[in-house]
């Protein structure tokens, strides 16, 4: 297995900018990637809307790390920690902090022990990439209607 991997261009401050990342998907697919993977980043989020597409185009595959990339943002197939079950565990230490007097410092460092598995089956009939039988067992199955996902 091997790793492909691009930055993003930066500013003259350093900062990264969406410019060009239509090429950087483009570069990706011709050395060889598989599948495109979406981290879970702000500002890579930003750019779904012109990620997708561009990956789409060259019948890439996409796996996203947030719930956002694969609920609209274009992503196949996502192993991620909900949305909700985030909230619930920020409000479980603001509690902590705020009603329990701890100090922030002092509270440990947690993850969520659950994850959810989404497919996306718009993309799955555009990529014409389904998935196994016995995972539609586990997995959440979103967007199954005919129409694209708007920001596809």
Not at 44 to 52: A, T, V
Not at 66 to 76: F, I, P, T, W
Not at 109 to 125: C, G, Y
Not at 126 to 152: C, F, H, K, Q, W
């Amino acid at each position: 297995m091997e790793l492909v991997e691009r930055k993003f261009r930066t500013n003259a401050t350093g900062s990264p900018v969406g410019d060009g990342v239509e090429d950087l998907v483009a570069q990706i697919h011709a050395e060889g990637a598989q599948w495109l993977y979406l981290l879970p980043d702000t500002f890579l989020g930003s750019l779904y809307s012109r990620i997708s597409p561009a990956a789409l185009a060259l019948k890439l595959p996409s796996f996203g790390a947030a719930e956002l990339a694969v609920r609209s943002g274009g992503a196949l197939v996502g192993l991620v920690s909900r949305y909700y079950s985030v909230g619930q565990l920020a409000g479980a230490k603001a509690l902590d902090i705020l009603v329990a007097g701890k100090q922030p410092g002092q509270l440990p460092v947690e993850t969520l022990k659950r994850f959810s598995l989404l497919v996306n089956m718009r993309v799955a009939r555009t990529l014409r990439l389904y998935p196994p039988i016995d995972m539609l067992n586990y997995a959440e199955v979103i967007a199954i209607g005919p129409e694209a996902s708007p920001s596809l």
